[in-house]
């Protein structure tokens, strides 16, 4: 861990017709670090990611991605420089396979888009590799089911696979464990660790015990402001978050 | 099965197998669930727990087997002749529509009984909802779409509620009071058939359990045996 900051948000704001989503946030993520997105329903987080990745344009703020502002850039550009996210809810080509979800995603990080023409060889070594992801997020066993027959959660293990495929040097997850069962949660959360290790994780995630055994920082956003920052020893005593967001029994 | 005294549970389920296309999804699920009871549905990812409830009512491709509720025979049934019998049905995927306003989706599925809740009940249970009331489905956040998922279906009557992940997305502050109108609505005659993952939540308000595993029920005990059976649910579910 270093005190570099990778991603710095200044006064960043979002005004849909009569309503503030994001209201003067101003972020910054270390560089290595996992850095945590919490608050009640509605408070801006999605929002922030979207504004973060130009899904959406900022009413008014300054983002900047390792020392440039990206402020004005669109998402195909945010993604190249190397800041890459997951949806909340699923998004994966539903009629291909989960290999070639997977492989998909490798062929971009591979940075060639013409791989279709590369010989049969250049293909298998993505095959590998996109199994050996598929292992990662449980998947192995259903590589060669299209991504439409899998449950919901297996869809959101197979979204975050194809998040790490691009390979990224900054992560955006979405409550990458939403929607699994406490097997999946543990298996994800090992490897959101193991990615992180030379790479720094933004992640929205509700579930408590995963955001305090992952995060090395927190910032919690209510009503698109931020109400409390610090560890999760910190922000897990603030009563303003306690009654916002935490509620009773979680210390 | 004779016994003419015995109470019929509300909904009993035997022999139900479906399927999604070439896919056979369940293999004969047995189970019932009593008036006034909270009967939760466990098991891993792929289980068959929400098919079970989609076959429940009646959205799945194919079904075989019984589904009877309040002793009358459902597997034939279309989905909206079932949902007017008094089941309703809170999707994972939450199902909102998009183009509608939070106040167009909560009233548009009609009330089939008396004794749902009110829109002020349930402005009272998500502020959010009344906050957004002329915001389109999808400008909400994931979690107030589960918020207008869940309150649209207390709104209608239906006596018999299938929730279907009902705390996912959900900040723990908002869980807490899904639980606490999950237990006020089993006091008021409800009846609730979940699924749920988070499991220390279901803990709290089920009154018995079923395991599911390959489109089976493999286990099935009451709360009151919980304790005793966590070994086991821990190699089902690994919790």
Known sequence: MSGDIILETEDLTKEFAGFVAVNGVSLRVARGTIH???????????????????FLQPTRGRIAFKGRDITSLPPTEIARLGLVRSFQISAVFPHLTCRENVRIALQRARGGSFDF??????????????????????????????????????????????????????????????????????RIAAL???VAANRTVLMVEHNLSVVSNLCHRITVLTRGRVLAEGDYQTVSNNAEVREAYMGVGHA | MLDATRAEPLLAVEGLQSWYGESHILHGVTFDVRAGEVVTLLGRNGAGKTTTLKSIMGIVGQRKGSVRFEGRELVGLSSNAIARRGIAFCPEERGIFASLDVEENLYLPPQVKAGG???????????????????????????????????????????????????????????????????????????????????????????????????????????????????????????
């Open chain 1, 192 to 194: 959101i660790k193991s």
């Open chain 1, 117 to 186: 023409w590369r010989s049969k060889r250049v293909l298998d070594t993505l095959n590998d590799r996109a199994l050996a992801l598929l292992a990662d997020v449980g998947l192995a066993e259903f590589a060669d089911l299209t991504a439409v027959e899998l449950p919901y959660g297996r869809k959101r293990a197979l979204e975050l696979a194809t998040t790490i495929a691009v390979d990224p040097e900054m992560l955006l997850l979405d409550e990458p464990t939403a929607g699994m069962g406490h097997e999946d949660i543990d």
């Open chain 2, 117 to 239: 809740l009110s829109t002020e009940q349930i402005f009272t249970l998500f502020p959010n909802l009344k906050e957004r009331l002329r915001s389109q489905g999808t400008k909400l956040s994931g979690g107030e779409q589960q918020m207008l998922a869940i309150g649209r279906i207390l709104r209608t009557g239906a006596r018999l509620l299938l929730l279907d992940e009902p705390t996912e997305g959900l900040a723990p502050v908002i869980i807490q009071q899904i639980g606490r109108t999950i237990r006020s609505l089993k006091e008021q005659g409800f009846t609730i058939l979940l699924v749920e993952q988070n499991f220390r939540f279901a803990a709290t308000l089920a009154d018995r359990y079923y395991v599911m595993e390959h489109g089976q029920i493999v286990e099935q005990f009451a709360n009151a045996e919980l304790d005793a059976n966590l070994e086991k649910l821990h190699e089902y579910l690994g919790v």
């Open chain 1, 36 to 54: 945590a997105l919490i608050g009640p329903n509605g408070a801006g987080k999605t929002t922030c990611f979207n504004l973060l990745t130009k």
